[in-house]
């Protein structure tokens, strides 16, 4: 499903896509990723930067489930193919962070 550029939706809808009911919940969501409010009354945001918000979420949750797979997963979810590039730009396929599980050594002054 392709989700247009310029399709606002009302805050009811964010929550419901976000799964969240109250509306100071939902804003701050909103801010926290930065997400501008387009119109006032009623409060209306575009849908693909929540949709976007959403997707980065789910790739990053994905990324720690299968960090040797999670691109080639994602890539097989069925997304809007001009979302799955915007995500990939965001979340390079190659750039795959290790965490680093070595313990460093205790400084002298520790010990």
């Given at each position: 499903?392709?989700?247009?550029?310029?399709?606002?939706?009302?805050?009811?809808?964010?929550?419901?896509?976000?799964?969240?009911?109250?509306?100071?919940?939902?804003l701050?969501?909103?801010?926290?990723?930065?997400?501008?409010?387009?119109?006032?009354?009623?409060?209306?945001?575009?849908?693909?930067?929540?949709?976007?918000?959403?997707?980065?979420?789910?790739?990053?949750?994905?990324?720690?489930?299968?960090?040797?797979?999670?691109?080639?997963?994602?890539?097989?979810?069925?997304?809007?193919?001009?979302?799955?590039?915007?995500?990939?730009?965001?979340?390079p396929?190659?750039l795959?962070?290790?965490?680093?599980?070595?313990?460093?050594?205790?400084?002298?002054?520790?010990?």
């Open positions: 499903m392709r989700i247009e550029c310029t399709t606002l939706i009302a805050l009811q809808e964010v929550g419901a896509m976000i799964k969240k009911t109250d509306k100071r919940t939902i701050k969501w909103l801010d926290d990723k930065n997400i501008s409010i387009e119109s006032q009354r009623p409060k209306l945001v575009y849908k693909w930067w929540v949709e976007y918000h959403i997707q980065l979420a789910m790739v990053d949750s994905l990324k720690k489930q299968e960090p040797q797979r999670w691109a080639e997963i994602y890539d097989a979810s069925g997304i809007d193919e001009a979302m799955k590039r915007a995500v990939f730009i965001a979340r396929r190659d795959n962070i290790e965490v680093n599980q070595t313990k460093k050594p205790i400084p002298n002054y520790f010990k």
